[in-house]
């Protein structure tokens, strides 16, 4: 299990001057999903990618790279699903050309995916993880179908063929950042509360921040569940689809 964030921004921002002072607060989720950080960040045309499979809130690379800036990215903190390796490989988000993601939950079984990506995706594969087959399988969605439909087809797919606990994602694209909200809260750790696989957001002039739960998130919006939020990256506008 892992906590998103995801951001679009009017001008260049760090994450943590873009989210504000709680942005501590939720650095400190890292304490528990310790198991790998990472960062995509995207200026409209090219990506950047910064992870490893160490704990953000006692990383000292994470410090560094926390504070550089640009006009969106993508935060994932992992908490590795029991069997799967923590490894730099294995840590979010993933990133190709121009589309990069993060995800929170799993498809079991854990390869249940890997005989429905084309050949030319599937050698891109570096690590072990679901989440990364998921990636791969959208992406070759959204190769045939364009951003948008392709993610909705990708979690089409997947809902009616494979048993998942959560597939909730954020993909960020040149023009917009999506964000699947589908999850089965029945399926959260023992220990989590009901909003544990909640999606939230705050939006303003300034742009747009989405995030999971576990933080003071009181005046922000909820995303429901088996929803697909796409915000666009030129206006903040959204529109919002079932799944």
Avoid at 47 to 58: F, G, I, R, V
Avoid at 141 to 162: P, T, W
């Amino acid at each position: 299990m892992c906590r998103l964030l995801g951001y679009v921004a009017q001008e260049e921002r760090s994450i943590p001057q873009f989210v504000g002072p709680s942005f501590n607060e939720f650095l400190k989720l890292s304490e528990v999903h310790r198991d790998g950080w990472g960062i995509a960040r995207n200026d409209g045309r090219a990506t950047t990618l910064m992870k490893a499979a160490e704990t953000a809130n006692s990383s000292s690379n994470f410090a560094t790279a926390i504070e550089e800036k640009s006009k969106s990215a993508l935060l994932h903190f992992r908490w590795a699903t029991p069997g799967l390796g923590i490894e730099d490989s294995n840590s979010h988000p993933f990133s190709q050309d121009d589309i990069s993601f993060i995800h929170n939950g799993s498809i079991k079984p854990y390869d249940a995916l890997l005989g429905h990506i084309p050949a030319d995706l599937l050698r891109l594969r570096t690590g072990t993880t679901d989440s990364e087959l998921f990636f791969l399988f959208t992406l070759s969605k959204i190769k045939s179908l364009g951003v948008i439909e392709g993610v909705r087809e990708s979690i089409a797919e997947i809902k009616s063929q494979f048993t998942y606990s959560s597939l909730n994602a954020m993909v960020l694209a040149p023009n917009y950042l999506i964000v699947v909200c589908e999850n089965n809260p029945e399926n959260r750790p023992d220990w989590a509360t009901d909003e544990y696989y909640q999606l939230r957001y705050r939006r303003d002039e300034n742009g747009i921040v989405v995030a999971s739960s576990g933080w003071d998130q009181s005046e922000w919006e909820a995303i429901p569940n088996h929803s697909i939020a796409v915000f666009s990256r030129k206006d903040f506008s959204l529109s919002l689809f079932e799944c």
